[in-house]
């Protein structure tokens, strides 16, 4: 009665997903959404019994353009490209920005139902599958610990600027952060969540001393600097990628506490990671980095 009071509907059917059974699902949640109806289907999982190494560690330090950088204790690097992802949400807020321009405050349409909702399935796509390719890093290199640098209060959005009424484009990195936590229970992964104040300013290949957020000693200085290029100068003029340093010393935040060996962390690893597009099976190492 409250469905067809509310959407106008006498009754309607559900598809039962094919790699489901039936005894398998303990709860069934029917949820309106922008002029559609999703069926979450709760099931339990069971963890998938793995080979991991539980000293070998993964770095994540995330970000808008690099929308996950990682580096490990394995001798691994890699980037999972965040240019797309940042693309298809300023293509939406120009359509949204658009359709509304002119209209009274509160105006929704089914137009406007119907691209946030394309917007909504493919930010739930990105995320799964940036938490996929990470997940898979892990396996593939017995990789048994991830990192993940993170400040409280940390949100989904970074102010770009620029002319457009696009100020803020929302990233949905926490999602996705909870995405990996999810799937790392499934794994055996163990997930360590650490603040990353300082890891971008620091020097890794200095050892440069890491303050915790608030915490800055007097007369701290890094002993290198982020320039352009996204590219990190050390004290010895090495130039390395920028997030692949602050990636390594979010590792280094936990690193002494947690017991990890960082020493196959190498100058090759900070400065040639793999990088991921989303949507595409293609990867590529970065172009060799030439000192200024």
Known sequence: KKV??????????????????????????????????????????????????????????????????????????????????????????K????IKDGKPQGFWSKKLASITEKRNRQMRDAVNNAARQVINHCLDNQIGAI????????????????????????????????????LCEIYGIKFIETEESYTSKASFVDADPLPTFGEKPEGWQASGKRTKRGLYRTANNWYINADCNGAANILRKVSITLGFDLSRVSRGVLTRPQRFKLWSVKQHCEASLQSA
């Open 95 to 98: 359509q949204i920005s658009t």
């Open 4 to 93: 067809q009071a509310w959407f106008g509907l006498k009754n309607f059917s559900i598809i039962m997903p094919s790699n489901l059974e039936y005894a398998d699902i303990r709860e069934i949640r029917i949820l309106p959404r922008n002029g559609c109806f999703y069926a979450e289907f709760i099931y339990k999982l069971s963890s998938v019994a793995t080979e991991l190494d539980s000293n070998l560690v993964l770095g994540i330090d995330p970000g808008l353009n690099n929308w996950l950088t990682c580096i490990s204790n394995a001798g691994t690097s890699m980037i999972i490209d965040g240019l797309h992802v940042k693309s298809l949400n300023r293509w939406y807020n």
């Open 147 to 182: 990192v993940f640098g993170w400040n409280k209060g940390m949100k989904d959005s970074s102010n770009l600027g620029g002319k457009t009424n696009q100020k803020f484009v929302q990233i949905p990195t926490a999602r996705l952060k909870q995405r990996i936590e999810q």
